[in-house]
């Protein structure tokens, strides 16, 4: 391992980055499938090097917190010949590459994106310089799952969709938002290639950024999409397709991959499982593969959003999971406060924090789940600065740690948002909050919610289209409303 000066800023499982609890390790995960070999590895890692802890993240990757010393080269071959760690030292860095968890199984799916995963993985493995890629370049693919990652921000996605004209697949390209390029599922990573190949040699010419290689967002807003593309399409031995028609607009619900749903596999139905704030001890990591290799498929689906899947389970054996799940512990309930919850690493962990965000946020789900029900997802997020690393996409609740001064000392203290407007985080709703009172002014708002909201209407729907002098007073009944 590096030493703490050479660490870098975007951590890999061969060099971590330095954390205020330690250095933070991550595994790159393609597609996020994990089979049963491959957990107890990893479950042994954090048991020898961490603190028996692993996280699952918002891009589907696994991190080990505070690591105590350096993992051995032995280990290094052992992950590697498991498929856990590049073959190629240099690529590890680089983001992981993302896919919808129900790939290959979603009833809505238009096309089984794992093999894509593979190909594009297999390109970076076999292609060294594609190392001197920026650590957060990356690439998604969406089948046209109901379970879907359009949303998730990635540097390039590749959207399946069907053409009207002969009902055939193709995939729509996506950079920073829609290209109108339509492309075949035999040119995808032809496409790809040329589009890091132009970005590498756009990156060798242009200064550092805040020391850091360009990402490709600086290279869109410097040329601008069309030139990009003019550039990739000098790369590729065939023509880019221009589509004619608009994307289709999804809808997409919030959190619905928790719970029981049945598979495009006739008699199989996979399960999603809620981990609060994407936490697994080593012990869990184990039997929960071991419940996949007795019940399901034999694989562990990561989600970017924290929890993870058991798919390819017989449907007459799923009510025997569901209480081998509970034992364990853990639950498959969306409308559990815990079950979308999101937090950045807190003080503990980044200087930028201002607050101890994960405990924070567990502590106030668990205060709150004494004191009301829920009926449908609530997503809560807490960011411990303005930055919001963990959470981009809207919300429904968001609360942005800051410092409050109160006589003579500072305490932490958040001010809470929801809904999507107004602002990045949406309205602000209460205003330096102390962290004793932020379940009390939670449940007032959730309260209000539950009672005035329309059927089917989530909260940040109900924020959004309530007049904010008109929820304040609701909120705060007291007080008089002057205007």
Same mark, same amino acid.
Not at 94 to 99: F, G, T
């Given at each position: 391992?590096?030493?703490?000066?050479? $660490?870098?800023?975007?951590?890999?499982?061969?060099?971590?980055?330095?954390?205020?609890?330690?250095?933070?390790?991550?595994?790159?995960?393609?597609?996020?499938?994990?089979? +049963?070999?491959?957990?107890?590895?990893?479950?042994?890692?954090?048991?020898?090097?961490?603190?028996?802890? +692993?996280?699952?993240?918002?891009? !589907?990757? &696994?991190?080990?917190?505070?690591?105590?010393?350096?993992?051995?080269?032995?280990?290094?071959?052992?992950?590697?010949?498991? /498929?856990? !760690?590049?073959? &190629?030292?240099?690529?590890?860095?680089?983001?992981?590459?993302? =896919?919808?968890?129900?790939?290959?199984? %979603?009833?809505?799916?238009?096309?089984?994106?794992?093999? $894509?995963?593979? %190909?594009?993985?297999?390109?970076?493995?076999?292609?060294?310089?594609?190392?001197?890629?920026?650590?957060? #370049?990356?690439?998604? #693919?969406?089948?046209?799952?109901?379970?879907?990652?359009?949303?998730?921000?990635?540097?390039?996605?590749?959207?399946?969709?069907?053409?009207?004209?002969?009902?055939?697949? +193709?995939?729509?390209?996506?950079?920073?938002?829609?290209?109108?390029?339509?492309?075949?599922?035999?040119?995808?990573?032809?496409?790809?290639?040329?589009?890091?190949?132009?970005?590498?040699?756009?990156?060798?010419?242009?200064?550092?950024?805040?020391?850091? *290689?360009?990402?490709?967002?600086?290279?869109?807003?410097?040329?601008?999409?069309?030139?990009?593309?003019?550039?990739?399409?000098?790369?590729?031995?065939?023509?880019?397709?221009?589509?004619?028609?608009?994307?289709?607009?999804?809808?997409?619900?919030?959190?619905?991959?928790?719970?029981?749903?049945?598979?495009?596999?006739?008699?199989?139905?996979?399960? /999603?499982?809620? &981990? !609060? $704030?994407?936490?697994? *001890?080593?012990?869990?990591?184990?039997?929960?593969?071991?419940? =996949?290799?007795? #019940?399901?498929?034999?694989?562990?689906?990561?989600?970017?959003?924290?929890?993870? &899947?058991?798919? %390819?389970?017989?449907?007459?054996?799923?009510?025997?999971?569901?209480?081998?799940?509970?034992?364990?512990?853990?639950?498959?309930?969306?409308?559990?406060? %815990?079950?979308?919850?999101?937090?950045?690493?807190?003080?503990?962990?980044?200087?930028?924090?201002?607050?101890?965000?994960?405990?924070?946020?567990?502590?106030? +789900?668990?205060?709150?789940?004494?004191?009301?029900?829920?009926?449908?997802?609530?997503?809560?997020?807490?960011?411990?600065?303005?930055?919001?690393?963990?959470?981009?996409?809207?919300?429904?609740?968001?609360?942005?740690?800051?410092?409050?001064?109160?006589?003579?000392?500072?305490?932490?203290?958040?001010?809470?948002?929801?809904?999507?407007?107004?602002?990045?985080?949406?309205?602000?709703?209460?205003?330096?909050?102390?962290?004793?009172?932020?379940?009390? #002014?939670?449940?007032?708002?959730?309260?209000?919610?539950?009672?005035?909201?329309?059927?089917?209407?989530?909260?940040?729907?109900?924020?959004?289209?309530?007049?904010?002098?008109?929820?304040?007073?609701?909120?705060?009944?007291?007080?008089?409303?002057?205007?």
């Amino acid at each position: 391992m590096l030493s703490l000066s050479e $660490l870098p800023t975007c951590p890999g499982l061969f060099s971590g980055s330095r954390a205020r609890d330690g250095i933070l390790s991550r595994m790159r995960i393609p597609g996020g499938i994990l089979n +049963v070999a491959q957990c107890g590895a990893i479950a042994d890692l954090v048991d020898r090097y961490g603190t028996g802890y +692993v996280q699952v993240t918002n891009r !589907a990757n &696994l991190q080990i917190r505070n690591l105590n010393s350096a993992i051995s080269a032995e280990v290094w071959q052992d992950l590697q010949t498991l /498929g856990l !760690a590049s073959r &190629l030292v240099e690529i590890d860095p680089i983001r992981n590459i993302m =896919a919808s968890p129900t790939a290959g199984i %979603d009833r809505q799916s238009l096309l089984d994106t794992r093999p $894509l995963v593979t %190909d594009w993985d297999n390109y970076l493995q076999t292609h060294p310089e594609q190392s001197e890629l920026s650590p957060k #370049f990356s690439v998604g #693919f969406d089948g046209g799952e109901s379970v879907s990652i359009r949303a998730i921000r990635n540097d390039i996605l590749l959207a399946a969709e069907r053409r009207y004209a002969d009902a055939e697949i +193709v995939l729509r390209l996506y950079l920073n938002g829609d290209t109108g390029i339509i492309i075949q599922e035999s040119q995808c990573i032809s496409v790809l290639a040329a589009i890091a190949s132009v970005y590498l040699q756009y990156t060798k010419n242009q200064p550092r950024i805040e020391g850091k *290689k360009p990402r490709l967002r600086h290279l869109l807003a410097d040329w601008g999409v069309e030139k990009y593309l003019e550039q990739i399409q000098h790369n590729l031995p065939f023509v880019l397709q221009q589509s004619s028609i608009a994307p289709s607009e999804k809808s997409l619900a919030n959190y619905q991959h928790l719970g029981i749903h049945p598979q495009q596999q006739s008699g199989f139905s996979y399960i /999603g499982i809620a &981990l !609060a $704030l994407g936490w697994l *001890k080593s012990q869990q990591l184990r039997d929960l593969a071991n419940l =996949a290799q007795n #019940f399901g498929g034999g694989t562990l689906r990561l989600t970017p959003w924290q929890n993870l &899947l058991i798919s %390819d389970i017989p449907n007459h054996r799923l009510s025997e999971l569901e209480k081998s799940i509970a034992r364990l512990g853990l639950h498959s309930s969306a409308t559990n406060l %815990d079950s979308c919850l999101v937090a950045c690493a807190g003080n503990t962990g980044c200087a930028s924090a201002m607050t101890d965000t994960q405990s924070h946020a567990l502590e106030m +789900v668990q205060d709150l789940a004494q004191k009301l029900q829920i009926d449908r997802p609530i997503n809560i997020h807490f960011s411990g600065c303005e930055k919001s690393c963990a959470q981009h996409s809207p919300i429904d609740i968001t609360l942005v740690g800051i410092q409050i001064k109160q006589q003579n000392e500072t305490i932490a203290g958040y001010d809470i948002y929801a809904g999507t407007t107004d602002s990045p985080f949406g309205r602000k709703i209460f205003q330096g909050v102390r962290v004793a009172e932020i379940a009390s #002014f939670t449940n007032k708002l959730l309260q209000i919610y539950q009672r005035w909201r329309s059927p089917d209407e989530s909260l940040g729907e109900f924020v959004d289209r309530s007049a904010i002098d008109q929820l304040k007073q609701l909120l705060n009944p007291k007080k008089p409303n002057h205007k």
